[in-house]
């Protein structure tokens, strides 16, 4: 017998994650499209910086980690476009030893190695603003995709549309803050049956840059996100960095991200059985940490 589809069933995880990486890709072409008023702007200018980090060790411990963020920035008379993308992986080697007792009063070493991820992150996110008027206010829009597997989720999609004011902007200091309604959509490695996987939001952004002297310069942001849907789900995500030029297109870089999340992601732990502690084949769901982070040590090559 064939059966109709019920209009009223809720959509799937996967139907949403996928409706929202078509809303993101879309999203991303109209912000990168100009509009017309846009492409008035007489001189929109583009840069580009990379940071590239990779740190390697080996012998009786092996590991590598590899990081790299690049950043597209347009700017014109009324208007400016941000593109950022980015990751951290890190891998390591366990050697698990073992001796067997020989006939000849010896012992056969056995040696097992294996790899194991250490911790992955990996986000991708544009902005776009336009100043209204001739005062300092703006509007912007943005859009945004990121992956922490090891805080609990693999892909989180956000949206969010806003106002804010550039409090001081000069080629020495810039110090701005914005608000905005949001709409996240996360899908969990280990969803938690109560939870919903999409939620709107509210999101204040303070951004600072100052150039202490004519080689060095400080740049700090930070995003608090707070999830309307469920309170208690405040995420901070902050990042300051200093720079210090080498020549005209090369830089280095140190900085420190922090991700905090007030109600982490659930995370899968599996059970042992007593006393012997062998695996009963069964998972509990428990709260992963609510605090990552990141300090890299970067070449920037600026474009």
Request: charged fraction near 20%; proline fraction near 4%; avoid cysteine.
């Amino acid at each position: 017998m064939m059966m109709s589809a019920d209009p009223e069933a809720p959509e799937s995880v996967p139907a949403r994650v996928h409706r929202a990486s078509l809303g993101a890709v879309v999203l991303l072409l109209l912000l990168v499209v100009p509009s017309d008023s846009a492409a008035q702007d007489a001189a929109f200018a583009w840069d580009n910086a990379t940071e590239f980090s990779f740190v390697t060790t080996s012998g009786n411990a092996s590991s590598n980690t590899l990081g790299l963020k690049s950043t597209l920035n347009g700017k014109g008379e009324v208007s400016a476009f941000k593109l950022e993308l980015g990751g951290i992986r890190a891998e390591s080697n366990f050697t698990d030893r073992s001796a067997v007792a020989n006939g000849s009063g010896g012992f056969n070493i056995t040696e097992v190695t294996r790899t194991e991820r250490s911790a992955e992150n990996y986000f991708a996110r544009s902005r776009f603003d336009r100043n209204l008027g001739e005062n300092s206010f703006f509007a912007f829009g943005g859009a945004g995709w990121e992956r922490n597997t090891f805080a609990g989720f693999n892909d989180r999609f956000s949206f969010v549309a806003g106002i804010g004011d550039a409090w001081v902007e000069n080629e020495r200091t810039l110090l701005k803050a914005d608000i905005g309604g949001t709409y996240t959509i996360q899908n969990d490695v280990a969803p938690s049956p109560d939870a919903s996987d999409g939620f709107g939001g509210l999101r204040a952004t303070i951004e600072m840059r100052r150039a202490l002297n004519e080689t060095t310069e400080l740049t700090s942001t930070m995003v608090a996100d707070e999830n309307l849907s469920n309170t208690a789900d405040l995420r901070i995500d902050w990042t300051s960095s200093l720079s210090v030029a080498l020549s005209e297109g090369l830089a280095f870089s140190t900085s420190y991200r922090l991700l905090f999340d007030n109600d982490p992601a659930l995370v899968g732990v599996p059970i042992l059985d007593a006393p012997n502690g062998s695996p009963t084949g069964t998972n509990t769901l428990i709260p992963s940490s609510g605090r990552d982070g990141f300090l890299t040590i970067s070449l920037v090559i600026k474009l």
